[in-house]
T-cell receptor
Framework: GAVVSQHPSRVICKSGTSVKIECRSL??????MFWYRQFPKQSLMLMAT?????????EQGVEKDKFLINHASLTLSTLTVTSAHPEDSSFYIC????????????????FGPGTRLTVL | AQTVTQSQPEMSVQEAETVTLSCTYD???????LFWYKQPPSRQMILVIR??????QNATENRFSVNFQKAAKSFSLKISDSQLGDTAMYFC??????????FGKGITLSVRP
């Protein structure tokens, strides 16, 4: 249980184009999903928190117009990197929290496998 | 604000031996959860073990166990009978009332054959 998928796993795009990354909870409903960015051999940096049906909350320093987040259903959140540039190249990871069940499930984040974005 | 500190950047252990990874944290909250996540070369984050702060008993999951010292704000991970597949980056993490995960910098663990 508690499986999270991400698609695509790897994407290469030209500078100036937009890229959409999908994050799905496969066997549970997620009220909250999180988006992280990770540079090689570094820790995860939280970019934003998305709640189903409401606007995402962005961390300080994250451009909300560049990183558009939509959480349209209890099982799907999307991150769109708009007008991507080489400095946006990174590993993007999503996570999801279970909506129901024991408290420990609602306070545990389950992670997707990540998406490697390369902007040329 | 909460902080999580992993001061050892790297560790190495012989296969079948035991290794302990250190983690300290700082918080003013009384109710929170602590986690150890493993990130192997595939970069998939895998939950290793979880500890509720209100529970005094240390969590265990097969070969993995924690030493949770709430007063000292310490949360170390012990891996027994280390296996080659344990080679990964390990992150200690905290979550409290705001539901966000605060990660430590991580430690790279190498298991030698």
């Amino acid at each position: 249980g508690a499986v999270v998928s991400q698609h695509p796993s790897r994407v290469i795009c030209k500078s100036g184009t937009s890229v959409k990354i999908e994050c799905r909870s496969l066997d549970f409903q997620a009220t909250t999903m999180f988006w992280y960015r990770q540079f090689p051999k570094q820790s995860l940096m939280l970019m934003a928190t998305s709640n189903e049906g409401s606007k995402a909350t962005y961390e300080q320093g994250v451009e909300k117009d560049k990183f558009l987040i939509n959480h349209a259903s209890l099982t799907l959140s999307t991150l769109t990197v708009t007008s991507a540039h080489p400095e946006d190249s990174s590993f993007y990871i999503c996570s999801a929290r279970d909506r129901a069940g024991a408290t420990w499930r609602t306070d545990t984040q389950y992670f997707g496998p990540g998406t490697r974005l390369t902007v040329l | 604000a909460q902080t999580v500190t992993q001061s050892q950047p790297e560790m190495s252990v012989q296969e079948a031996e035991t290794v302990t990874l250190s983690c300290t944290y700082d918080t003013s909250e009384n109710n929170y959860y602590l986690f150890w996540y493993k990130q192997p070369p595939s970069r998939q984050m895998i939950l290793v073990i979880r500890q509720e702060a209100y529970k005094q008993q240390n969590a265990t999951e097969n070969r993995f166990s924690v030493n949770f010292q709430k007063a000292a704000k310490s949360f170390s991970l012990k891996i027994s009978d280390s296996q080659l597949g344990d080679t990964a980056m390990y992150f200690c993490a905290y979550t409290g009332a705001n539901s966000k995960l605060t990660f430590g910098k991580g430690i790279t663990l190498s298991v030698r054959p």
